[in-house]
């Protein structure tokens, strides 16, 4: 390139700007270089995976089934690490109702999982039952509903599973009704628990009209007063406070 550039200025121009980006680039080297040392004095280094291991999934950014974030699982699994992507990504087998999820996940989305005597693995999930030659599982209780079409579906959580495992079952899978039955009637029990507001007593406070004290409603049931238009409401007040102005003038 230099050999192309026969005019002196423009050559003097070139290398000017390579001079200049040759020391910018070793200036953001060096800064990144600086920055990375110092978080790294902050970070310890991630455990180190093989294949077979058994760890924890961050729930954080997964959408489970649950009637209440605040209570969901902060991990779930354990999952088998099937594939090691690269020392800071790992492969892994999930269940088949993650199947929409990447299964690849960086390292500080899963923590290994560590047996212990105080920290017994994970019991194996119970294998499904054959009832009129078709499987089937035992349900532990039911959680939510919804309806769907003309029919209801039904948040189940299975029995031996975790709540990754949990689905949504439409009414007519269901084998024992009874489960549903309970299901309705402790969400009825609920509804008619429920804390009514209780329509306020009446209150009589004194107001001075005219030079004497009276007594003045200030409270009524609170089925009347939704009854009653807010203008009659005020025309009735009117009315009220010019018959004790009257009688007040007449006595005195």
Known sequence: MESEVAVPSAHAFVQRCHRTWTRARETLLQVGARTKAKADR?????????????VWLSTKNIPLQSVSNKLAPKF???FPVTKIISPVAVRLKLPPVYRRIHSVFHVSKIKPVFFARINPPAPVPPPPRLVDGETTYSVNRILD????GRGYQYLVDWEGYGPEERSWVPARDMLDHSLIDDYNQQNHQDENNAVVQQPSEEKHE?????????????GCLEKEVKSVPRTQKTETMVNFMK??????RAEL
């Open 42 to 54: 902050h970070r310890s280094r991630p455990p180190v995976y093989v294949v077979g291991s058994k």
């Open 76 to 78: 779930i699994g354990p």
């Open 145 to 148: 509903s919804r309806r769907r």
């Open 206 to 218: 004194k107001k001075t009209v005219g030079g004497k004290d009276w007594a003045v409603t200030t």
């Open 243 to 248: 018959r004790n102005k009257e009688q007040s």
